[in-house]
């Protein structure tokens, strides 16, 4: 299976600022999705991000606030805008390997966003 | 209403003991039924895939059954350890949403010595 890593693991932010997260993979994938792990609740796809081209957002979810790049097949990039409070949360990395709707889908350990 | 309901919120079990989450949906048509365990502080691992076709399935001391007629879904659980102490998750892989995957939030399995 790929070997997802994410940058940083973890950070406390001032209210307004912006951080940019880093997901890199151990080889080349076809699929790339940034998630969302909120205090207690279950996990949310923010967008799927699609190489060469505009990442493909959830209801819900905006460019202007969570801009995302994937410039090759095995990174992307996610920024989490001007944050607020709310905005505290974990943030997944994951991939999909191959072709197919039952093919595993494969997650980074995550960054832990605190926001003050 | 979410529509992958995951029972018990919670569970505390002793060492060796075993035990069943429960898994309920309400996606339809679905492609696939998955279980993923997620280890305080880390990612969700697969443990489990599932189509609709296959009502059981094991990974080692892990094993799933699906009823997709009643959409349920199981997980059992064998001679627990004191690792297996997780966030268990349900999820449903729907057709009518290109195939994305529906996260339940997850039963809490804690593994007592």
């Known amino acids: 299976s790929a070997v997802i890593s994410q940058k940083p693991s973890r950070d406390i932010c001032q209210r307004g600022t912006s951080l940019t997260i880093q997901c890199q993979v151990d080889s080349q994938v076809t699929m790339m999705f940034w998630y969302r792990q909120q205090p207690g609740q279950s996990l949310t796809l923010i967008a799927t991000a699609n190489q060469g081209s505009e990442a493909t957002y959830e209801s819900g979810f905006v460019i202007d606030k969570f801009p995302i790049s994937r410039p090759n097949l095995t990174f992307s990039t996610l920024t989490v805008s001007n944050m607020s409070p709310e905005d505290s949360s974990i943030y997944l990395c994951?991939?999909?390997?191959?072709?197919?709707?039952?093919?595993?889908?494969?997650f980074g350990d995550g960054t832990r966003l605190s926001i003050l | 209403k979410n529509q992958v309901e995951q029972s018990p919120q919670s569970l505390i079990i002793l060492e060796g003991k075993n035990c069943t989450l429960q898994c309920n949906y309400t996606v339809s048509p679905f492609s696939n039924l998955r279980w993923y365990k997620q280890d305080t502080g880390r990612g969700p691992v697969s443990l489990t895939i599932m189509t609709f076709s296959e009502n059981t399935k094991s990974n080692g001391r892990y094993t799933a059954t699906l009823d997709a007629d009643t959409k349920q879904s199981s997980l059992h659980i064998t001679a627990s350890q004191l690792s297996d102490s997780a966030s268990y998750i349900c999820?449903?892989?729907?057709?009518?949403?290109?195939?994305?995957?529906?996260f339940g939030a997850g039963t809490i399995l804690r593994v007592k010595s």
């Open positions: 999820v449903v892989s729907a057709e009518e949403y290109g195939n994305k995957l529906v």
């Open positions: 994951s991939v999909a390997t191959g072709g197919g709707s039952n093919q595993p889908q494969h």
